[in-house]
């Protein structure tokens, strides 16, 4: 820790907030919703979480929710605000010249790491048993729900969260039994002097996305490996086990010869790995936690699963990572929300509330319909690979064409979102002590991370045309749809569902790529307004067929001339 950081107890001091009264002429300032429960602001959210979870599990959850959105909307606020602020710092050696790849973090970082990881566990919930009491691990939903409170205030970690998680998934599924003994227990330790924390380094500078241009090379050492090579873009770059991609040096060019590999910080004989963090990313995003850039001296590495495989595992990794970037993203947006209409219920102007005005009116409607249509469908595809990971195969497939759909739409969304809830604060949402500039700054890590617009939505053609995505898609959203109860509303989207998913289908094998983000945000709309629709349907929850309508009539309906020939007639 470098001798210039402050107490915890001066960070949480110095967050402007205060229990003292406010002095009468400062009664009328700016609305701060500093302290409200982001949990209790959210009123669909338990309705919503009952169409999935187990009514005994959800009831032992609820108090836990309470807890981690009492906290987001305050204490981790301040935490959060500090960490962005007083980001990490590379100790590139000793003061005697030893090399060194320690990152100095703020204690405000330090906090958010223990809530994230020992308080609530978010990286080992779906793993082991005993995650917030709870005797089994926990489905993939009632984790991620843990991640849309977190992720509404601090998104820089809920990165590593995520590689954590994603890392002992993959781990667990192509491991050896040995790395496996080795490495799960501190991968899902709640312990903060036994976690491993995991990392991804995958990217290299010339090749961007394209993993085939791979040049990091594997060269064998006994029973181990040896890897050589830079890695350039590598988030939460002080991690303790990193996957990483590289070519043996006998394996073929292209895809091919991908493979992939665990590397240790620390060697077996005890010594620090051989590689070391060049410098820091200054990152418009995500400041709070340290990306770096790697050089790779011979570090010791194990193989994971089979040589030319590492293009095949890490996408199954970025997958659990697209949609945790959904669920992230759809928590910004609900945070931007929360935020807006707490300001537009309290600030006055021209002598009433900014939110009986109409055009505020007509905004924040607006940003709801975003923010809805992507926790549903997020929450929906993660109750998909709840049932996949159970064995249900017709899942899988679904899930596969889900995950980029949302990874697509939900992210790009939440830039919009975000952008309209600052110019809904006016002055305030542009200025860093609120957490408006914030929350805009970290939408651009989810649409960038784990694949661009371009990249997921061509994702989806590759599901249609090697896995007839579109077949299980419809055959989904169709029983979906079926079970409607407004039967207007239920004509409605299936007319749509069977005029759009042929030309979906037809558009991605005969790879009209110029297409592919317009067809990609058809499928993402109309299944959005299918499971709003659904939800509508559903004990409290009728106010939703609401949003189901608003969906076909401005994000969906208006394709259909240019996209999908003659406009569906609604006689």
Same mark, same amino acid.
């Given at each position: 820790?470098?001798?210039?950081?402050?107490?915890?107890?001066?960070?949480?001091a110095?967050?402007?907030?205060?229990?003292?009264?406010?002095?009468?002429?400062?009664?009328?300032?700016?609305?701060?919703?500093?302290?409200?429960?982001?949990?209790?602001a959210?009123a669909?959210?338990?309705?919503?979480?009952?169409?999935y979870?187990?009514s %005994?599990l959800?009831?032992?959850?609820?108090?836990?929710l309470?807890?981690?959105g009492?906290?987001?909307?305050?204490? &981790?606020?301040?935490?959060?605000?500090?960490?962005?602020?007083?980001?990490?710092?590379l100790?590139?050696r000793?003061?005697t010249?030893v090399?060194?790849n320690?990152i100095?973090?703020?204690?405000?970082?330090?906090e958010?790491?223990?809530?994230?990881?020992?308080?609530?566990?978010?990286?080992?919930?779906?793993?082991?048993?005993?995650?917030?009491?709870?005797n089994?691990?926990?489905?993939?939903?009632?984790?991620?729900?843990?991640?849309?409170?977190?992720?509404?205030?601090?998104?820089?970690?809920?990165?590593?969260?995520? &590689?954590?998680?994603?890392?002992?998934?993959?781990?667990?599924?192509?491991?050896?039994?040995e790395?496996?003994?080795?490495?799960?227990?501190?991968?899902?330790?709640?312990?903060?002097?036994?976690?491993? $924390?995991a990392?991804?380094?995958?990217?290299?500078?010339?090749a961007?996305?394209?993993?085939?241009?791979?040049?990091?090379?594997a060269?064998?050492?006994?029973?181990?490996?040896?890897?050589?090579? +830079?890695?350039?873009f590598?988030?939460?770059?002080?991690?303790d086990?990193?996957?990483?991609l590289?070519?043996?040096?006998?394996?073929?060019?292209?895809?091919a010869?991908?493979?992939?590999?665990?590397?240790?910080k620390i060697?077996?004989?005890?010594s620090?790995n051989?590689?070391r963090?060049?410098?820091?990313k200054?990152?418009?995003c995500?400041?709070? &936690?340290?990306?770096?850039?790697?050089?790779?001296?011979?570090?010791?590495?194990?193989?994971?699963?089979?040589?030319?495989?590492?293009? $095949?595992?890490?996408?199954?990794?970025? +997958?659990?990572?697209?949609?945790?970037?959904?669920?992230?993203?759809?928590?910004?947006?609900?945070?931007?929300?929360t935020?807006?209409?707490?300001f537009?219920?309290?600030?006055?102007?021209?002598?009433q509330?900014?939110?009986?005005?109409?055009?505020?009116?007509?905004q924040?409607?607006?940003m709801?319909?975003?923010?809805?249509?992507?926790?549903?469908?997020?929450?929906?595809?993660?109750?998909?690979?709840?049932?996949?990971?159970?064995?249900?195969?017709?899942?899988?497939?679904?899930?596969?064409?889900?995950?980029?759909?949302?990874?697509?739409?939900?992210c790009?969304?939440?830039?919009?979102v975000?952008?309209?809830?600052?110019?809904?604060?006016?002055?305030?949402?542009?200025?860093?002590?609120w957490?408006?500039?914030?929350?805009?700054?970290?939408?651009?890590? &989810?649409?960038?991370?784990?694949?661009t617009?371009?990249?997921?939505?061509?994702?989806?053609?590759?599901?249609? +045309? %090697? +896995?007839?995505?579109?077949?299980?898609?419809?055959?989904?959203?169709e029983?979906?749809?079926n079970?409607v109860?407004?039967?207007?509303?239920?004509?409605?989207?299936?007319?749509r569902?069977?005029?759009?998913?042929?030309?979906?289908?037809e558009?991605?094998?005969?790879?009209?790529?110029?297409?592919?983000?317009?067809?990609?945000?058809?499928l993402?709309?109309?299944?959005s307004?299918i499971?709003?629709?659904?939800?509508?349907?559903?004990?409290?929850?009728?106010?939703?067929?609401?949003?189901?309508?608003?969906v076909? $009539?401005?994000?969906?309906?208006?394709?259909?001339p240019?996209?999908?020939?003659?406009m569906?007639?609604d006689?």
């Open positions: 820790m470098s001798a210039t950081v402050h107490s915890l107890s001066a960070v949480e110095t967050a402007g907030h205060t229990s003292n009264p406010v002095p009468a002429r400062y009664g009328r300032n700016v609305p701060d919703s500093y302290g409200h429960n982001l949990f209790e959210d669909d959210l338990m309705p919503l979480l009952g169409l979870l187990d %005994k959800l009831a032992h959850l609820e108090p836990h309470n807890r981690l009492a906290m987001a909307g305050g204490r &981790m606020e301040t935490l959060a605000a500090t960490a962005d602020r007083e980001t990490p710092k100790i590139a000793t003061r010249g090399p060194t320690d100095d973090y703020h204690p405000a970082y330090q958010l790491e223990r809530i994230g990881y020992a308080e609530f566990g978010l990286h080992a919930a779906s793993h082991v048993p005993g995650v917030l009491g709870w089994a691990p926990l489905p993939p939903l009632a984790k991620y729900v843990l991640f849309y409170l977190y992720g509404q205030v601090e998104h820089g970690l809920t990165c590593p969260l995520n &590689m954590t998680d994603a890392f002992t998934r993959t781990l667990k599924k192509y491991g050896t039994p790395l496996i003994e080795k490495y799960l227990p501190k991968l899902t330790s709640l312990d903060m002097d036994e976690l491993y $924390q990392g991804m380094f995958v990217t290299e500078q010339h961007g996305s394209d993993v085939s241009q791979t040049e990091t090379r060269c064998r050492a006994g029973n181990t490996w040896r890897l050589y090579g +830079q890695k350039w590598c988030s939460n770059a002080s991690a086990v990193m996957l990483v590289a070519r043996p040096d006998d394996a073929p060019a292209g895809w010869g991908v493979t992939l590999f665990l590397m240790p060697k077996a004989d005890g620090s051989d590689y963090i060049i410098a820091l200054d990152k418009i995500t400041k709070s &936690m340290a990306t770096g850039e790697i050089e790779l001296e011979g570090a010791e590495a194990y193989r994971i699963g089979e040589v030319g495989r590492g293009f $095949q595992q890490i996408a199954e990794m970025m +997958q659990a990572s697209r949609l945790s970037n959904s669920v992230r993203s759809a928590a910004l947006m609900r945070r931007a929300l935020e807006s209409r707490y537009a219920k309290h600030r006055q102007a021209f002598g509330p900014i939110e009986s005005l109409p055009l505020m009116q007509v924040l409607q607006k709801e319909l975003l923010v809805e249509q992507g926790r549903s469908f997020a929450f929906h595809t993660a109750e998909a690979l709840r049932q996949a990971d159970a064995g249900d195969k017709e899942m899988e497939r679904l899930v596969r064409i889900l995950t980029p759909l949302a990874k697509y739409r939900v790009r969304d939440a830039r919009k975000a952008a309209d809830a600052m110019e809904a604060h006016g002055g305030a949402g542009i200025i860093e002590e957490p408006l500039a914030r929350l805009m700054r970290d939408t651009f890590t &989810m649409t960038i991370g784990e694949g617009a371009n990249v997921v939505s061509l994702d989806v053609y590759r599901c249609i +045309q %090697k +896995q007839d995505a579109t077949a299980v898609y419809r055959t989904h959203f029983a979906l749809a079970r109860a407004d039967v207007d509303l239920r004509e409605k989207l299936l007319r569902l069977q005029a759009i998913v042929p030309f979906v289908r558009c991605a094998l005969e790879k009209r790529d110029h297409l592919a983000r317009e067809t990609a945000s058809a993402y709309h109309l299944g307004a499971i709003l629709a659904w939800e509508a349907s559903q004990p409290g929850l009728g106010h939703r067929a609401r949003l189901a309508r608003s076909l $009539q401005h994000r969906l309906d208006p394709q259909y240019r996209f999908f020939g003659k569906v007639e006689n």
